[in-house]
């Protein structure tokens, strides 16, 4: 089955709210083998909106409808919905039950607005809305099924979840599709793509989407199927075919942060980590403390930015700094080896860097990056170049940080 | 002029990625008066594409595409806008030397993924691209325009900044829509509107949206009229009113981030700080590192996540973390003055806090933040609750530690 998501409101199109309503309903489509095949926004408008549902009516066999449900003035959806099946709003008694119980709960009086909200176009059925007064409505006819939602997430997300999922899980479906992602890092999109192979070879009519950011390129694989145990089985062995040409830039999947996998690591090695910035200004300790717990592993962090500070705590040779420079392997070293001995954990580690936009030298160029990284065997620093831009230069650093020490303890060259 | 954006991606079809390509370009166009009709998503799918093309070309004057740029199998945007435009693809000297220089920059070698990235339609005047290797592609024919651009977020918006935006401002139109944003934090949306009072008193006609997040309110006014000046004369008197009843909790404008305004203001008063990080992890460091030249007031960050850190590296007496607790007026005191001693910097901020998940107590609830301040004539802390959500609470309390050190500088009570 395929699914259009058409989605109203101005607030959307002067780009005030991001259209999450729409990712939430495709990800949950998606887990029930529906697969969305376009995702429109048009605004507040009454013709727009007709035109919308005009133009794509046809296109899909399930149309989900959010948006301007509400009871002010600018909520014209209802209405448009009736004029498009031609048919005429009636007093719902199903709509005022809900409406009632909704404000018998929060002790609110019962006034116009609630009185408008019992509307619903002749001809649909009610989808009850837990966190709200506005109705949902559900028309199944021409072979098709054509829902409207409200606009507020949550009271979306519990009519998907609690309606719409398993009215369609219940239909037999002949066609499945499943979705893994391998996350990577430090490898660029094109290398990447090299070492693979030509897909042709190993996807058999599966996908496999490329998605880069800053950080790395996410391998998302996706199979279609009329069973969802033979999907799984085709992504395995893609994942496979993937992990044997790139195993080692991939440090997780699906929605896996590299931060959690780190943490995850720490902690099963029972390793305690300190961490000593520069160019990454914090962002790695800030990283590494999102994630629920880590003061379990995370000891204690120090961004060096002045040089005397990397002297006075870090010990590390005036002479060191004048000699090399602040950004150098000399001191990238001294940095992750210092911060390991004051804060006595198994793991030090260290950036140095020129971050930019100043600073930069033919020499040492804007986005140049020493990581250092000591534990009680070897204290060593790898050098990086991450292009400019000031805060992608951070990004880049800290990821790249954060997977040195993941390769590491995991051993992997 | 009104736009139509098209948003190509499969990843945002299966709800992994949220469209907020859509919305920076929509808030951004809406500053300078163009506006957004519709916002159309589709797959990596020729047809698809070229259908979307096809039906959206005629109805708007700017058509702006992103996504599908990139050097892999699924990228096929650059080919589909060549069938669209019957035109052919060829090497373009200006994309071969802008992929030149990126691949220099970072040391990488020129390969046929790079020779690819060359090619652009025929016709197409090249936007370049600072950040990757896809060029943008700018069409201006039947009186209208045609623009594609990568969907990575970053090399998109500074394709947008940099080039679609100063390219229509200089536009003659007969309409305008002037907005200006007030950027507050540390008060409620709705103590903010009780402040403001009936906003009928003093928009006549303009609007006055609230658009809070976790870090503050914005209030973003904006005033439509034929000429700009008068735009500007009435947005100039709804801030003023504004201002009177709100001044101390407005930090700066449109896009001005709190660490920029505050790193300005530390400049220009030629004051340095030294942070003491806890239960914000280096986020404070991390947000005020990103600001350009913060190296010359930013003198140290520690994260003193341990208590050992705080007793070694602060000189906090361990009698006092045992007595009050590490989450404490004293400790939060303390630690302010520690940092500031042994950097020797003017001012000295720190936190410590409980961002939760675990940890809070029926005393000590997920939430609570002392955030502690020091300079030469006096040392304090203030206490804060900021809710759960281990994410927000640091975000939170980095905003209001920021906030702190702004409002003593600038001796706003």
Redesign the interface.
Known sequence: MRAIIISIGDE?????????N?????????TIGI?????????DDEE?ILNAFT?HYHKADIILVTGGLGPTHDDITRTAVSKFFKTKLVKSYEARKYVEEFLEKRNRPWNEAAENQTLVPEGAKVIPNKYGTAAGEFFERDDKYFIVMPGVPYEMESMIEDFIIPFFKQKKTDLY?V?R?LMTTGI???EL??RLGD?GDFLHGA????????TGVRL?I?AMGTAREECEARIQEIESHIRNKAEKFIYGVDEDSLEEVLGKILVEHNLKIA?A?SC???????K???I????QY?????????N??KI??LHIPKDMIEKSGAVSKDVAMAMAHGIRQ???TDIGLSTTGI????GGSPEK?V?LVWVGYSDINETIAHKF????????V?ERATQAAMDFVRRKILKIV
Chains 1, 2 share one sequence.
């Open positions: 959307i199109l002067i780009g005030q709210v991001v259209n999450s729409a990712s939430f309903i495709a990800a949950k489509l998606n697969q969305v095949i376009k995702i429109l926004t048009v605004g727009d133009d599709i979705h992602t660029p999109e094109s793509a090299n897909t996908k496999l989407a490329f998605l880069p950011s800053p998302r996706s961490v910035e990454t200004g914090g962002m790695i300790s800030h590494l403390t999102n629920p717990g880590s003061s995370f000891e204690r962090g120090l961004i060096a930015y002045s005397q500070s006075d705590i004051i804060a006595g971050a930019g936009p100043a160029p986005g170049n991450f292009g400019d831009g000031r805060l992608r951070k």
